[in-house]
């Protein structure tokens, strides 16, 4: 089995590549490509694979761009940290929809729907009662109004509109308001990242999750990065990798 890998972090995707190589050792994988562009080319060029792997948030743009530029005749599996995506991502063939982090187990039960529904075995017909029962598992989940935090002994809620940025440190997440206090929280940064509204925040990295209302200003900065200044101070230099530096500037303009 031929098996392409479409995803723009290249830990994600080594990781990814090292889990469908534990299931399937027999496989074959090309990839990681990193953007839309680089898989539009790739499929153009050369022969279709027998699935794909597919992550929504490319480099360069979300990755159903790609099946507006060539035709995927092959069962697609979706794997990305945001379910906003979930209802888009069946209309454009996928047969699964699986939430990073992904492991063994989640890849293992890919596979194995794969095979219940003959898409490994030369159909790619999914069948509208399987389609179902996979949305109403990741339906999209309503945006978070507000965190319940604990400080000072005492137990407050934080209201999404007050936050400025959340980031990560020694492995724990804390959110700052635009008036510099800051509240520690019990998940991950991915974890929250979810749940808010993809237009209201970027993650800019494994450590910054930053509000659109607390930009103040871009700059271009060495490497092709950028560097993002908010209305309250950070304790690093805020960055954006030149990978994400399109889909930061798209997000930006979208506004």
């Known amino acids: 089995m031929n098996i392409l890998v479409i995803e723009d972090e290249l830990k994600t995707a080594r990781s990814l590549i090292r889990l469908i190589s534990s299931v399937r050792p027999d496989t074959k994988i090309d990839g990681p490509l990193q953007r839309v562009s680089a898989a539009v080319n790739y499929l153009s060029a050369h022969p279709s694979p027998d699935l794909i792997f597919m992550d929504i948030q490319l480099a360069d743009g979300l990755s159903f761009e790609i099946f507006e530029k060539v035709k995927i005749d092959v069962p697609v599996i979706f794997c990305t940290a945001f379910d906003e995506y979930a209802l888009q991502a069946f209309k454009a063939n996928g047969v699964d929809y699986i939430l990073k982090p992904f492991s063994e187990d989640s890849i293992k039960a890919a596979f194995t729907k794969l095979e219940k529904i003959g898409n490994l075995t030369g159909t790619n017909a999914i069948p509208a009662s399987l389609i179902t029962q996979l949305l109403q598992i990741n339906q999209p989940k309503a945006e978070k109004q507000s965190f319940l935090v604990f400080k000072n002994g005492k137990y407050t809620t934080v209201p999404v509109p007050d936050i400025a940025y959340i980031f990560v440190r ?38 910054y999750l930053i509000a659109f209302k607390a930009i103040k200003e871009v700059e271009h900065y060495f490497a092709r990065k950028l560097l993002v200044k908010l209305t309250i101070q950070t304790k690093e230099k805020l960055l954006v990798g030149k990978d994400k530096t399109t889909a930061f500037l798209k997000w930006l303009e979208e506004r």
């Open 170 to 207: 020694n492995e724990q997440t804390t959110l700052v308001t635009f008036q510099g206090e800051m509240f520690m929280i019990d998940q991950s940064l991915e974890e929250t990242a979810n749940q808010l509204d993809h237009k209201s925040f970027f993650k800019l990295n494994r450590q």
